[in-house]
């Protein structure tokens, strides 16, 4: 069974740092494609990064710069760090798996607030 927890939300001014973690049992981070998202009521969840299993990275313009997403495969984890941070990255982030299959395995999310 796949279960991902996250963890490392908060409440920040804007300008400040926040570094979230995902931490992963049932299947090895480094053999998955890993990725954040994130979602604020009313609109659709959104890709924030993902890292792949040759260890590759990719973001969206939004944060490129400004997020950098890491993994430790010896803790099976996964890591966000969210520097320079707006208001507008006030979101629930997600920590996301997806396995060889194309099946997604979610955690519940970790509230992100910026304030300006």
């Known amino acids: 069974q796949v279960q991902l927890v996250e963890s490392g939300g908060g409440s920040v001014q804007a300008g400040g740092s926040l570094r979230l973690s995902c931490s992963v049992s049932?299947?090895?981070?480094?053999?998955?494609?890993m990725g954040w998202y994130r979602q604020v009521p009313g609109k659709q969840r959104e890709v924030v990064a993902f890292i792949f299993r040759n260890g590759g990275t990719s973001y969206p313009d939004s944060v490129r710069g400004r997020f950098t997403i890491s993994r430790d495969n010896a803790g099976n984890a996964v890591f966000l760090q969210m520097n320079g941070l707006k208001p507008e990255d006030t979101a629930v982030y997600f920590c996301?798996?997806?396995?060889?299959?194309?099946?997604?395995?979610w955690g519940q999310g970790t509230q992100v607030t910026v304030s300006v």
């Open positions: 049932g299947r090895e981070v480094r053999t998955s494609t």
């Open positions: 996301s798996l997806r396995n060889d299959d194309g099946i997604a395995y």
